[in-house]
């Protein structure tokens, strides 16, 4: 188990540290699920207006994404331990005055703080892996990782609704609060992954630049950009998915939060199919394969998707399983395009998938006709700009390193190398999972 590792990790080990990336990389779904099925009733609680309250969720989706993009480099220049430390600190104090919350506009207030937290944990949690993991064995850490991440949603809907059953909405933070202490722990467990020669040793300014650096690498914008767009209608989704099921088909708030965790467990495989299909076609096929399915379940959404919740469920379901599918290899290869500042590429990465998504909130609650005709047409619309730009990309001259370019040909190191042949198709002997 300990070839998995490129850095010891003596007090947490593998299992331990990939507990760890699981937790930081879930508090942001479990702070959005466990919270949804009270917010239909939360404008009579607080006698507040529908789009009040939908801040308490928007703005903890911004905030978060501005907490990804300044926490990652910072982590370049401090390690990583330091920046964790507090950024779990910030979201267990967060957590405990949002469920002291006496006003909507004090909830909206500490949901921000909340989200900054997060924000720091799960950039310098992607950064780690990275750091930490042995090239060849990043793809499966990232694909369990991946797997569990879905579980979170698959239980906090229904924890959230249970919740509901027994006591207020305050209880769902407190819940929240005791999840981030237990990370906390798993954090002062960690041993620091980013030696001190290694890290970035220009002022603040400075390390904010090397956003600038990252981004001017064409190849893993564009790229970036294609994956982040598949995260736009998976947000609209969270945003509205309870007006969905609960206003616009009648049900109760236990039974949205059963269909809800049925299309996310389903959702749980895509990356175990990854690791399957790997072993038969490339990234490059697959990707093109992802995106025809999303746009396939988006017009299928449009055609039969108001007509009951077991079918609005099945189609949307098929569209989230394209974009869980495509999430593991694609964080692997944007990672592998820089040798360096993967700070600033963990956050980059986390910041445009999270500020796609927060368009998709925004979007989602515009004046459709309804809400399942309005992310039918998000869907649709998203997979054609995704295929358009992909197909673009493919046809151009800019280098992807594990797509469309041998690493040699791009002056890349061996460690891309090893990635292209993972993406190829290293996963035929997929090593037990460490979790």
Not at 181 to 195: A, D, I, K, R
Request: glycine letters at 8%; charged letters at 10%.
């Amino acid at each position: 188990m300990e070839t998995w590792l490129a850095c010891r990790q003596r007090r947490l080990g593998v299992v331990g540290l990939v507990c760890l990336l699981v937790i930081t990389s879930l508090v942001t779904p479990l702070s959005l699920d466990m919270y949804t099925p009270a917010i239909p009733h939360m404008t009579d609680y607080f006698d507040a207006d529908a789009g009040t309250v939908n801040l308490t969720l928007v703005d903890y989706y911004l905030f978060f994404a501005v907490g990804l993009l300044l926490f990652g480099p910072v982590s370049d220049r401090l390690g990583r331990k330091p920046v964790l430390i507090g950024g779990v600190v910030a979201y267990v104090v967060a957590s405990v005055l949002c469920a002291m919350a006496f006003d909507i506009w004090m909830l909206v207030v500490t949901r921000v703080l909340q989200a900054l937290g997060a924000g720091a944990s799960s950039a310098v949690s992607t950064a780690v892996v990275k750091d930490a993991i042995a090239v060849d064995k990043r793809e499966v850490v990232l694909s369990v990782v991946q797997v569990m991440f879905v579980i979170g949603p698959v239980l906090a809907p229904v924890v959230g609704a249970l919740v509901l059953q027994v006591a207020d909405w305050r209880m769902t933070f407190w819940v929240l609060a005791l999840i981030g202490s237990g990370c906390l722990v798993l954090v002062l467990l960690f041993e620091e992954t980013l030696p001190a020669e290694e890290r970035v040793q220009t002022g603040a300014l400075g390390t904010l630049k090397n956003l600038a650096v990252v981004a001017k690498n064409k190849g893993f914008t564009v790229f970036l950009l294609v994956t982040a767009l598949f995260n736009l209608p998976f947000m609209a989704y969270i945003a509205v998915g309870s007006y969905v099921y609960i206003t616009f088909f009648g049900l109760s708030e236990l039974a949205y939060s059963c269909y809800f965790a049925v299309a996310a467990l389903v959702t749980a495989t895509g990356p175990l199919i990854w690791l399957f299909a790997s072993r038969f076609v490339s990234a490059r096929t697959f990707t093109t394969i992802m995106i025809a399915v999303g746009a396939a379940a988006g017009g299928a959404m449009l055609a039969l998707g108001s007509l009951s919740p077991v079918l609005f469920c099945l189609t949307f379901v098929a569209f989230a399983l394209a974009e869980a599918c495509i999430r593991p290899y694609s964080t692997n290869i944007l990672l592998s395009q820089q040798e360096h500042d993967t700070g600033a590429a963990a956050s980059l990465i986390n910041f445009a998938h999270t500020a796609v998504g927060s368009v998709g909130m925004l979007v989602a609650v515009m004046p459709w006709p309804n809400f399942v005709v309005g992310i039918g047409v998000i869907i649709v619309a998203t997979m054609a700009a995704a295929g358009g730009i992909w197909w673009a990309l493919l046809r151009s001259s800019i280098p992807l390193v594990g797509i469309k370019q041998h690493p040699a040909a791009a002056g890349s190191s061996a460690e891309a190398g090893e990635l292209e042949a993972a993406s190829a198709g290293a996963s035929e002997q997929v090593p037990e999972q460490p979790a």
